[in-house]
Structures are given as structure tokens and as C-alpha cells.
């Protein structure tokens, strides 16, 4: 039986993997939980997971402050490094992690497309916005 577990690190494989230099990706909650994770190790992927969901939400509050709608994507660049930051649906956010090696475009267009395979049936709504049961 394939668990939804499965199911995601299937969409992170296929679409990730083709990305020169990818070093791995975590998908998190919006509340910075990590939900999944691909090519990192665990301690690894929960610590991304955690401090790029305060980058993430910062952009969000910039974005409504000059009414910039959603966030597609941010790019942060190191010198060894890229980092990818793409929401998926209400509620996850993916996070990809790449040497130099990675082409930007490649990068970015690989990411979006792995968000949006995701982000359909991955929609969680922010705590604040829950429905009382």
C-alpha cells in the first residue's frame, strides 16, 4: 500500500532529481513542522525546515504590506549554495537545496512545477484559520 508519505517523496524524486547540483528539499507546514524530506538527513531537514519557515513568513508579511499578492518564489544565494523557497498551496512551503551547479531557471521553473504537483492535495489551512470542529 502506498502511503501519502510515499506519494510525496515520488513528486520530489521525479521532479527534483533533474536539477543539476540538487543537494535535497524539505517540505514543511507553515507553522515550520517538517512534512517531508528528500536526500537530507532528518536533524538536517527539521533545522532548514524551522528557519526557512521564518523566511517564509516574513516575505508573506512584506508582500501584504505592499499589497504584492502571494509569493511565487524566493532565491537566496550563497557562495556555495542556492536556496529555493516556494509555497505549495494554503499551507506548505517547499524548500530546495542546490550547489552552484544548478542552473537559476532550471532551479526555479523545477521548483514552482513541484509545488503546484503538491500543493493540490497538500493544502492545510494556517492554525489561526482552522475551523472549530
Known amino acids: 500500500m502506498t502511503t501519502t508519505n510515499d506519494m510525496i517523496y515520488s513528486v520530489l524524486d521525479n521532479n527534483l532529481s533533474r536539477i543539476a547540483g540538487i543537494q535535497g528539499a524539505v517540505l514543511l507546514s507553515n507553522d515550520g513542522i517538517k512534512l517531508s524530506s528528500y536526500e ?3 536533524d538536517q531537514a527539521e533545522r532548514i525546515a524551522a528557519a526557512s519557515s521564518g523566511i517564509a513568513s516574513t516575505m508573506k508579511a512584506i508582500s501584504r504590506e505592499v499589497d504584492g499578492g502571494r509569493v511565487i518564489r524566493q532565491l537566496v ?4 549554495c542556492y536556496l529555493c523557497i516556494v509555497g ?3 499551507g506548505s512551503t517547499l524548500i530546495v537545496v542546490t ?3 544548478a542552473r537559476l531557471g532550471e532551479l526555479g521553473g523545477e521548483a514552482v512545477r513541484t509545488a503546484q504537483a503538491l500543493g493540490e492535495w497538500l493544502s492545510t489551512p494556517d492554525r489561526g484559520q482552522a475551523q472549530p470542529s
Open 40 to 42: 537530507l538527513e532528518r
Open 77 to 80: 544565494e550563497m557562495d556555495d
Open 88 to 90: 505549495c498551496g494554503e
Open 99 to 101: 550547489s552552484r551547479k
